[in-house]
């Protein structure tokens, strides 16, 4: 019939493939969407091309954000966010 040691090869192969690459890429999908459902107005964020703001508004598909201090306002889809930042502290001023 066949070689059990090639047949126990492939099975082999194809476990590692599954533990090195295939497994670990459906845990960070399913993290960066946890995230993404886990937006609500106030969290700061960072979008994919970088743009850093505060949530306004949140829809289902898209979130609004203010991104400056002269409340600049944006819509992004949720995908085009890359992760969640603390907000920023208000620093006493110096003396």
């Known amino acids: ?29 399913k993290e960066a969407q946890s995230l993404r459902d886990s937006l609500k107005v106030g969290d700061v964020i960072t979008t994919i091309g970088g743009i850093m703001g505060t949530i306004c508004k949140v829809n289902e598909s ?19 966010v890359s992760s969640k930042n603390t907000p920023p502290t208000e620093e006493p001023p110096a003396k």
């Open 1 to 29: 019939m066949g070689d059990p040691s090639l047949i126990l090869m492939l099975v082999l192969m194809f476990a590692m493939l599954y533990f090195f690459m295939i497994r670990p890429e459906n845990k960070r999908k």
């Open 62 to 80: 898209t979130i609004v954000i203010e991104t400056s201090a002269d409340r600049v306002r944006m819509e992004f889809t949720k995908w085009a």
